[in-house]
């Protein structure tokens, strides 16, 4: 069990930030992370499984947000109406004040092939788990998959955005939805006599 | 220097898929592929890198078949519709002969997390080509990643599709991008007298 430590989990999420940025991911240890907050090597991992996880913890909550999003929709929105709810619950999840984390840490993940993959990994487990979710609301198979997928996609872009600009999450990805649809559209008046 | 001996990669090959389907992935050397088809594991390495690129050589060919859907496209068509002209591109390089191959390689991955990853990567690698790609024909940054991720989930969700049905991915591929513009459409009516 985890005895309770106000605190804690954050004092070394931060520390471990500052190293990796600095000192570099591979180069920098559990124990390293634990001694630069006056910590053991064994408490570091009653908080976090390995060094990674310290990057990568909280998608769940992401997620959640992304699910509650999609509860919030009204019964007869059109599967990417569904999406476009779900994105604007998920961008409460970074609110502003939060960038200069999230910068920080893009910049340890840009500089590591291994964690790129994690990363891009992590997108795909959401796009999986908001497909279910808008199939268990009855939204057809190839329909809940191209909606999660290109909310994720959606997402993936306004993010990348998000930490080199200063408007709000939830405008950019209203906008970079807003422009998939425009191109959407643009290509279907092309596209649809020729078939 | 690799010398040229006509087939000894499409007979490694072959013969990897057998032995990672029938007996495992993890299970399986290089050195027991070899001697498989009566060569060394030293044969082995002149072909692969390691083991793991039996399943993802051919990637650029891959990528190439795209690039040239993009070139093939007409000055005048707009991002989805370039990317419409590279997946018919792609779709030509799995002709349906190409299937049963195609399900025993998938079979063998779908049991791999690892190797999911791997080919969850390739997916994202295509889609950055694409988009620089659609920048060099002058696409605006922010279409051009659309378009290409897009094109990439498009691609993504047909192949797998083409795994379990008969016709063709071309077909499938169209089909699969057909929907995407419906699904927009649909929600560009609703969403943007709101914005």
């Given at each position: 069990m985890v005895r309770w430590e106000p605190g804690t989990a954050e004092r070394l999420q931060r520390a471990a930030l500052e190293l990796f940025a600095t000192r570099g991911y591979e180069q920098t240890t559990a124990a390293e992370i634990a001694q630069a907050v006056g910590l053991t090597e064994r408490t570091f991992f009653r908080h976090f499984s390995d060094k990674r996880e310290v990057l990568f913890q909280g998608q769940e909550l992401l997620v959640q947000a992304f699910l509650d999003g999609i509860d919030a929709a009204?019964?007869?929105?059109?599967p990417l109406e569904i999406v476009a709810s779900a994105l604007a619950s998920a961008a409460?999840?970074?609110?502003?004040?939060?960038r200069p984390h999230s910068r920080t840490r893009q910049s340890v993940i840009d500089r590591n092939p291994a964690l790129q993959e994690r990363e891009q990994h992590k997108l795909t487990t959401l796009a999986t788990t908001v497909a279910d979710a808008l199939r268990a609301r009855g939204v057809d198979e190839l329909a809940a998959t191209l909606a999660a997928e290109s909310g994720a996609t959606v997402f993936g872009i306004a993010f990348t955005r998000w930490l080199r600009e200063e408007r709000s999450l939830a405008d950019i990805a209203a906008d970079v939805l807003a422009e998939l649809l425009l191109l959407a559209e643009e290509a279907a008046q092309a596209l649809r006599p020729t078939r």
């Amino acid at each position: 069990m985890v005895r309770w430590e106000p605190g804690t989990a954050e004092r070394l999420q931060r520390a471990a930030l500052e190293l990796f940025a600095t000192r570099g991911y591979e180069q920098t240890t559990a124990a390293e992370i634990a001694q630069a907050v006056g910590l053991t090597e064994r408490t570091f991992f009653r908080h976090f499984s390995d060094k990674r996880e310290v990057l990568f913890q909280g998608q769940e909550l992401l997620v959640q947000a992304f699910l509650d999003g999609i509860d919030a929709a009204p019964p007869e929105a059109s599967p990417l109406e569904i999406v476009a709810s779900a994105l604007a619950s998920a961008a409460s999840f970074f609110p502003d004040e939060r960038r200069p984390h999230s910068r920080t840490r893009q910049s340890v993940i840009d500089r590591n092939p291994a964690l790129q993959e994690r990363e891009q990994h992590k997108l795909t487990t959401l796009a999986t788990t908001v497909a279910d979710a808008l199939r268990a609301r009855g939204v057809d198979e190839l329909a809940a998959t191209l909606a999660a997928e290109s909310g994720a996609t959606v997402f993936g872009i306004a993010f990348t955005r998000w930490l080199r600009e200063e408007r709000s999450l939830a405008d950019i990805a209203a906008d970079v939805l807003a422009e998939l649809l425009l191109l959407a559209e643009e290509a279907a008046q092309a596209l649809r006599p020729t078939r």
